[in-house]
């Protein structure tokens, strides 16, 4: 069965500090793809980012980075210098290849304490 | 741009009413999603439509139907609506490929009295 757990239900940091947000997924799949999204008060889940298995190359874009460690099974999301603007519930995700739905964690609440 | 446009932002309805939630894309993709978003239980799909007239099954459709006439629109029913229905509903959109990218609409967030 696939699963995404996220650990850490919510996180509260003071702004400029550094946060991770972390995420681990299960599958026997060998190709997959994992994402994250990010939730503001609005409500809209925005898209962040796409990975896929094949792929363990981390990535950066600008205060964000990703680390895909699949021998953990983990795909970790940090925030470099945060803001408030980061304050958000953010979500990752996991999609099979071979299916067209895909499986959320249940979510990280981040607060940026200014 | 990707555009995902949900009909309302908030409503409210009582106990026993129909109810329509409508999702637009103009992103011409063949799937659409259905998801409610509850405090401590993160998204849970509802339903979904891989092509007109097409829908599946997710997670949790009791109490739900959907209607895919058209490609670009995508509707959530609630045929008697209950006080347990009351949440953010959110939908979805995507590509036939695997690699293609979710993207969401802004949410409905229902009330029901």
């Known amino acids: 069965a696939q699963k995404v757990t996220q650990a850490q239900t919510e996180i509260s940091v003071v702004e400029k500090e550094d946060v991770t947000l972390d995420c681990v997924y299960e599958t026997r799949d060998t190709t997959y793809y994992l994402f994250w999204y990010k939730q503001p008060p609005s409500g809209e889940l925005v898209f962040l980012i796409r990975?896929?298995?094949?792929?363990?190359q981390n990535e950066i874009s600008g205060r964000y980075s990703w680390n895909f460690q699949k021998s953990t099974s983990s795909f970790n999301f940090t925030i470099t210098a945060s803001q408030v603007v980061d304050s958000a519930v953010y979500f990752c995700?996991?999609?099979?290849?071979?299916?067209?739905?895909?499986?959320f964690g249940k979510g990280t609440r981040l607060h940026i304490l200014p | 741009d990707v555009k995902v446009t949900q009909s309302s932002r908030y409503l409210v309805k009582r106990t026993g009413e129909k109810v329509f939630l409508e999702c637009v894309q103009d992103m011409d993709h063949e799937n659409m999603f259905w998801y409610r978003q509850d405090p401590g239980l993160g998204l849970r799909l509802i339903y979904f439509s891989y092509d007109v007239k097409m829908k599946e099954k997710g997670d949790i459709p009791e109490g739900y139907s959907v209607s895919r006439e058209k490609k670009e629109r995508f509707s959530l029913i609630l045929e008697s609506a209950s006080t347990n229905q009351t949440s953010m509903y959110l939908c979805?959109?995507?590509?036939?490929?695997?690699?293609?990218?979710?993207?969401f609409g802004p949410g409905t967030r229902l009330t029901v009295l």
């Open positions: 995700a996991l999609r099979l290849n071979r299916d067209d739905k895909i499986i």
């Open positions: 990975r896929n298995s094949f792929d363990e």
């Open positions: 979805a959109s995507s590509g036939y490929s695997s690699t293609d990218t979710q993207y």
